[in-house]
């Protein structure tokens, strides 16, 4: 649950890291064992990773493609698996066959060649989600673009990645906002909750969007307003300009990324 | 007594962790803390003083009551023999060899049964630490309790003997909780990873002011034009000190340094005499190279060393989770380490530090960052960040209530 009567409450997400019990030392062990992991699983080794390097500017390497490149040295799969990846393919069922056919185009003999060292296997763990509502809850669109440019990079996660890859569609935070009579806002968000990027980036480009939204209706209004409408308008565009480029990414006490 | 009283005088923890960590972070912390409130955490261990585990729980212990959740310290007292069990179970754990003998074996029960009849353990949510104290689930369990062992043991090389006789107790646990995946046993039971934290706030990782350095540094007598190049280790051969050595010399054909190898003095430790010994040899007369022998409360001068220093390494051959990698990139520190143990969760190559598996690869990586004062700047500055979103007090916390939250809300169906 995300909405609280006409408000909507941000939620942030922990997620609890434990073993799944697979191993895979080759590439005919890790397609056998993604063809029977749980979505949760999944989700932890390719969608998740964004969340671990939250700060990075590029989408950081799913975990299967870097063991692939890094430990089977098998640059190609690796090349694949990431692209396969980067679409997050909509839905754990859609995400497993994208990642079985990259795996099965690899010739039988070579899924075997290459094993490596115990100590050296991928080791599946799973993500156990643990929501949890911030109490902050936002009356209108634009409280709601204030709240998420103060919130943590768990809550973007939550809403933009984590609620519509569980449950394919628009995300929750999205219809929200059309229902509040912001389809723009809701078509920044789902455009960019499908677009594959980083979190950080993610992030900037929605607020990035939202701001030029917001300016070109301002020019739009002021064009039909007085004088002194004007003036306030572009004393509060100072303000709000002023106060963005003060803003530093060593500030923890603003929203990262 | 048993129960370990928390100071909590001086500034509110959350108020310095606020600086640390963001309002964001603290935020989702006090949401968490808010579906605890109305139970009972108790935390036990066997020591108040000294050791990694005590410190962490004088923190944590604090924080979670300053958050809301009512949490108690319970220490299991235990006789000299029962300390002597424990810590052959704590080595043999680590892969030493040795076993535990019947009557060792019945001791270990019978100092957890008294325990469990002692220590006030009337919360609804139990983390225990480390083996000492796991019997008590077994002689003090109560319905609608929740019970969390939180193993802060690297279990992968294990005695079977004697893991065989822990594995049945923790099975009567409702999780496990392990520092990182390779460290964790069979169990027929959820086992957690929650990786360990440092903190910002103690003396170890607190901003000092260029003054406090200074005052710190001086009595070293360390030269102040060269760049620094530090590890800070004890002298033990699975940290690799004579591979620095090397890997310093290499490096220091091409660019002029001074090499750090400050660790705890080896006193009480003949292997790390012996270590020591062979370093000492192989420096020879260099005078591009300072042993620092520290004792165990040097924290603030540790702090000093790794700030001042251009490059930290941790070339180690194995590690636990190394958590001295952490407390260097806290302080934006260009980070040279093995990728072993818990280091490459810390080191994203690259990223917020180098990965290097050889001598002559921690030679070539150290000659980079010495000639590279912007890529010294950019792994420091990533580091820090990465630090500061996983491996600080606040998270750790985080992890845990999120934890109790489960259990409690699966309780409930």
Redesign the interface.
């Given at each position: 649950m995300t909405s609280l009567g006409e408000g909507f409450e941000l939620h942030s997400v922990v997620h609890l890291v434990r073993p799944s019990g697979g191993r895979a030392r080759n590439l005919e062990s890790l397609r056998l064992w993604i063809a029977e992991a749980t979505a949760a699983t999944l989700f932890y080794h390719t969608v998740q990773c964004p969340l671990r390097h939250a700060t990075s500017s590029e989408l950081p390497a799913d975990d299967l493609s870097a063991w692939v490149h890094g430990v089977v040295q098998d640059r190609e799969t690796a090349e694949r698996i990431s692209f396969a990846v980067q679409g997050r393919a909509g839905s754990a069922a859609d995400l497993r066959e994208a990642l079985l056919e990259v795996l099965e185009a690899v010739p039988e003999g070579d899924r075997f060649a290459r094993s490596t060292a115990p100590e050296a296997e991928f080791v599946f763990l799973t993500a156990e989600s643990v929501p949890i509502p911030t109490g902050v809850v936002a009356a209108a669109p634009a409280p709601l673009v204030e709240a998420l440019d103060e919130a943590e990079p768990a809550v973007w996660f939550y809403h933009l990645i984590e609620e519509p890859w569980y449950a394919p569609g628009p995300p929750a935070i999205a219809r929200w906002a059309r229902e509040q009579g912001d389809p723009q806002l809701a078509k920044v968000l789902e455009e960019e909750a499908r677009a594959g990027r980083g979190l950080a980036e993610m992030r900037r480009r929605v607020l990035k969007r939202w701001r030029q939204g917001r300016l070109r209706a301002r020019v739009s209004a002021a064009t039909r307003a007085s004088e002194d409408e004007r003036r306030e308008a572009a004393h509060e565009a100072v303000v709000g300009l002023v106060r963005r480029i003060t803003h530093t990414d060593e500030d923890p006490g603003r929203g990262e990324p | 007594m048993t129960l370990v009283a928390v100071r909590d005088d001086g500034p509110a923890l959350l108020d310095g962790y606020?600086?640390?960590?963001?309002?964001?972070?603290l935020?989702?912390l006090a949401?968490?803390a808010?579906?605890l409130r109305g139970h009972q955490v108790v935390m036990v261990n066997s020591t108040s003083t000294g050791g990694g585990v005590a410190e962490i729980l004088h923190r944590l212990v604090r924080l979670m009551n300053e958050l809301g959740v009512a949490t108690t310290w319970e220490v299991m007292p235990g006789d000299t023999r029962f300390y002597g069990i424990t810590k052959t179970i704590h080595n043999t754990l680590h892969g030493w060899p040795g076993t535990l003998s019947d009557d060792d074996r019945e001791h270990f029960h019978e100092m957890n049964r008294r325990a469990a009849m002692s220590l006030a353990l009337d919360g609804d949510l139990i983390l225990i630490h480390d083996p000492q104290p796991a019997g008590l689930v077994v002689h003090r369990r109560q319905p609608g309790q929740h019970w969390v062992w939180r193993c802060h043991i690297d279990l992968s090389r294990a005695q079977p003997d004697v893991w065989g006789f822990l594995s049945p107790i923790v099975s009567g646990y409702d999780a496990a909780v392990f520092s990182h995946?390779?460290f964790?046993p069979p169990l027929d039971l959820?086992?957690?990873?929650v990786p360990p934290s440092i903190d910002p706030l103690a003396d170890k990782n607190r901003d000092l002011t260029p003054e406090e350095q200074e005052a710190l540094l001086a009595p070293l007598d360390l030269p102040v034009r060269r760049p620094w190049v530090t590890q800070i280790s004890r002298f033990d051969r699975i940290k690799d000190p004579l591979g620095v050595l090397d890997a310093f010399i290499l490096a220091r054909k091409r660019e002029d340094a001074h090499l750090i190898l400050a660790g705890g003095s080896a006193n009480d430790d003949p292997e790390g005499a012996e270590v020591l010994a062979e370093v000492r040899e192989r420096v020879g007369k260099r005078t591009d190279v300072s042993l620092l022998l520290l004792p165990p409360d040097a924290h603030l001068i540790i702090n000093a060393l790794q700030r001042r220093s251009s490059v930290v390494l941790q070339k180690s051959l194995r590690e636990g989770f190394a958590l001295t990698v952490s407390e260097a990139l806290w302080k934006r520190r260009a980070v040279v380490a093995s990728a072993v143990g818990g280091i490459p969760l810390q080191i994203?190559h690259e990223?917020t530090g180098l990965l290097v598996g050889s001598v002559q690869g921690c030679a070539f990586q150290v000659t980079r960052l010495l000639r590279s004062p912007d890529l010294r700047k950019r792994l420091g500055a990533?580091g820090r960040?990465?630090v500061?979103?996983?491996f600080l007090h606040p998270r750790e916390a985080?992890?845990y209530l999120?934890?109790f939250?489960?259990l409690v809300e699966a309780a409930k169906g």
């Amino acid at each position: 649950m995300t909405s609280l009567g006409e408000g909507f409450e941000l939620h942030s997400v922990v997620h609890l890291v434990r073993p799944s019990g697979g191993r895979a030392r080759n590439l005919e062990s890790l397609r056998l064992w993604i063809a029977e992991a749980t979505a949760a699983t999944l989700f932890y080794h390719t969608v998740q990773c964004p969340l671990r390097h939250a700060t990075s500017s590029e989408l950081p390497a799913d975990d299967l493609s870097a063991w692939v490149h890094g430990v089977v040295q098998d640059r190609e799969t690796a090349e694949r698996i990431s692209f396969a990846v980067q679409g997050r393919a909509g839905s754990a069922a859609d995400l497993r066959e994208a990642l079985l056919e990259v795996l099965e185009a690899v010739p039988e003999g070579d899924r075997f060649a290459r094993s490596t060292a115990p100590e050296a296997e991928f080791v599946f763990l799973t993500a156990e989600s643990v929501p949890i509502p911030t109490g902050v809850v936002a009356a209108a669109p634009a409280p709601l673009v204030e709240a998420l440019d103060e919130a943590e990079p768990a809550v973007w996660f939550y809403h933009l990645i984590e609620e519509p890859w569980y449950a394919p569609g628009p995300p929750a935070i999205a219809r929200w906002a059309r229902e509040q009579g912001d389809p723009q806002l809701a078509k920044v968000l789902e455009e960019e909750a499908r677009a594959g990027r980083g979190l950080a980036e993610m992030r900037r480009r929605v607020l990035k969007r939202w701001r030029q939204g917001r300016l070109r209706a301002r020019v739009s209004a002021a064009t039909r307003a007085s004088e002194d409408e004007r003036r306030e308008a572009a004393h509060e565009a100072v303000v709000g300009l002023v106060r963005r480029i003060t803003h530093t990414d060593e500030d923890p006490g603003r929203g990262e990324p | 007594m048993t129960l370990v009283a928390v100071r909590d005088d001086g500034p509110a923890l959350l108020d310095g962790y606020r600086a640390a960590v963001g309002e964001g972070s603290l935020r989702t912390l006090a949401a968490l803390a808010r579906r605890l409130r109305g139970h009972q955490v108790v935390m036990v261990n066997s020591t108040s003083t000294g050791g990694g585990v005590a410190e962490i729980l004088h923190r944590l212990v604090r924080l979670m009551n300053e958050l809301g959740v009512a949490t108690t310290w319970e220490v299991m007292p235990g006789d000299t023999r029962f300390y002597g069990i424990t810590k052959t179970i704590h080595n043999t754990l680590h892969g030493w060899p040795g076993t535990l003998s019947d009557d060792d074996r019945e001791h270990f029960h019978e100092m957890n049964r008294r325990a469990a009849m002692s220590l006030a353990l009337d919360g609804d949510l139990i983390l225990i630490h480390d083996p000492q104290p796991a019997g008590l689930v077994v002689h003090r369990r109560q319905p609608g309790q929740h019970w969390v062992w939180r193993c802060h043991i690297d279990l992968s090389r294990a005695q079977p003997d004697v893991w065989g006789f822990l594995s049945p107790i923790v099975s009567g646990y409702d999780a496990a909780v392990f520092s990182h995946v390779s460290f964790v046993p069979p169990l027929d039971l959820p086992a957690y990873l929650v990786p360990p934290s440092i903190d910002p706030l103690a003396d170890k990782n607190r901003d000092l002011t260029p003054e406090e350095q200074e005052a710190l540094l001086a009595p070293l007598d360390l030269p102040v034009r060269r760049p620094w190049v530090t590890q800070i280790s004890r002298f033990d051969r699975i940290k690799d000190p004579l591979g620095v050595l090397d890997a310093f010399i290499l490096a220091r054909k091409r660019e002029d340094a001074h090499l750090i190898l400050a660790g705890g003095s080896a006193n009480d430790d003949p292997e790390g005499a012996e270590v020591l010994a062979e370093v000492r040899e192989r420096v020879g007369k260099r005078t591009d190279v300072s042993l620092l022998l520290l004792p165990p409360d040097a924290h603030l001068i540790i702090n000093a060393l790794q700030r001042r220093s251009s490059v930290v390494l941790q070339k180690s051959l194995r590690e636990g989770f190394a958590l001295t990698v952490s407390e260097a990139l806290w302080k934006r520190r260009a980070v040279v380490a093995s990728a072993v143990g818990g280091i490459p969760l810390q080191i994203l190559h690259e990223r917020t530090g180098l990965l290097v598996g050889s001598v002559q690869g921690c030679a070539f990586q150290v000659t980079r960052l010495l000639r590279s004062p912007d890529l010294r700047k950019r792994l420091g500055a990533e580091g820090r960040v990465h630090v500061r979103h996983n491996f600080l007090h606040p998270r750790e916390a985080r992890d845990y209530l999120a934890i109790f939250a489960r259990l409690v809300e699966a309780a409930k169906g």
